[in-house]
């Protein structure tokens, strides 16, 4: 999958600057309905303008592609909560890496490169960015059983090297992060693995403490998937956090999981938007999309911590 360029900066057009504000993380999606073209030139356009972007990537459509290249069918599961994902074993695992932290990701940083982009691509393994053990193997459902599934490669970031990104970002460069992430078998020792890209990106969100822009191929969570006139806009409190939690279906389950994640480990805000639109993140950022707010998770933890104080007090 090639990631196609874009001007840099549109001249003469009235757009946010994006200037304030905490860091933007940026999950943009590797199917193939998602076109990065609009991402690659906001990025552009909020860094010429002083905000700290991290772009974090999938690419499922470019690992599906090489493996039907090698002649190897890519391999989906469902887990008992409902959950698909890749099922991802040594050979998988070889062309996730050729794809994603290959191909797509030095594709999408010269395409950021002559949007006038400083971007520095890195893996989760370069440094130790993303971390977190290994699971080789997975609970899965096949034909209406509930099965253990072994020889995966696979994992979710549990530490993040934020000071690297820090670092990157205080020099003026934009990091481009890729799975895989580096998923520890013991103590001392660990191998690359996939990981799931909203996950990382939540990860890198929490940790930096920043906005998180989650770019799909449709305008945010509809309260009727089948609708697209319900939907969600703003999500502040825990009931309505319920409601959406209840909404979502399929793909969006785990980008509703990642937002959670994401606001839980410290972002300010998670915004679910459509990658297509004119100036997607800038959109998002202004308010279209799905937005998701820190209060809408912390919410009820912060009325029991407060409860506890008070029995304390007494």
Do not use: C
């Not at 370069?126 to 096949?142: F, I, N, Q, W, Y």
């Not at 920043?210 to 309260?223: H, K, N, P, Q, R």
């Not at 980008?255 to 915004?271: N, P």
């Amino acid at each position: 999958m090639s990631w196609p360029g874009a001007a840099a900066v549109a001249n003469g057009e009235i757009r946010s600057d994006g200037g304030d504000g905490p860091p933007v993380v940026v999950k943009l999606g590797g199917a193939r309905a998602v076109d990065p073209a609009g991402a690659v030139g906001d990025v552009a356009h909020l860094v010429a303008n002083g905000r700290d972007v991290v772009v974090v990537h999938g690419g499922s459509t470019a690992v599906d592609d090489l493996l039907a290249d090698l002649g190897k069918d890519a391999e989906y599961v469902e887990t008992p909560s409902g959950v698909t994902g890749r099922f991802t074993d040594a050979e998988t695992m070889e062309a996730f890496t050729m794809a994603l932290a290959g191909q797509v990701n030095t594709d999408l940083v010269a395409a950021l490169k002559n949007a006038g982009v400083d971007a520095v691509g890195l893996s989760g393994v370069d440094g130790g960015l993303l971390t977190g053990p290994r699971k080789s193997a997975v609970r899965v459902v096949e034909d209406g059983k509930k099965k253990i599934k072994r020889g995966d490669h696979s994992g979710t970031p549990k530490q993040v090297n934020d000071g690297l990104l820090s670092t990157l970002l205080a020099d003026g460069y934009t990091p481009v992060v890729s799975p895989p992430m580096f998923g520890m078998e013991s103590d001392s020792e660990g191998t690359p693995v996939n990981t799931d890209a909203d996950r990382a990106a939540a990860a890198v969100a929490g940790a930096l403490g920043a906005e998180l822009v989650i770019l799909t191929d449709v305008s945010g969570v509809y309260a009727d998937p089948d609708d697209p006139d319900t939907l969600i806009e703003s999500v502040a409190t825990g009931a309505e956090y319920d409601a959406l939690a209840d909404a979502a279906e399929g793909f969006m389950t785990r980008k509703v999981m990642a937002a959670t994640e994401a606001l839980e480990s410290g972002a300010t805000a998670v915004t679910v938007a459509d990658a297509n639109v004119r100036d997607p993140i800038v959109a998002a950022l202004d308010g279209t999309g799905t937005r998701i707010e820190r209060s809408a998770v912390v919410e009820e933890s912060a009325a029991d911590a407060a409860a506890a104080d008070a029995e304390v007090d007494g």
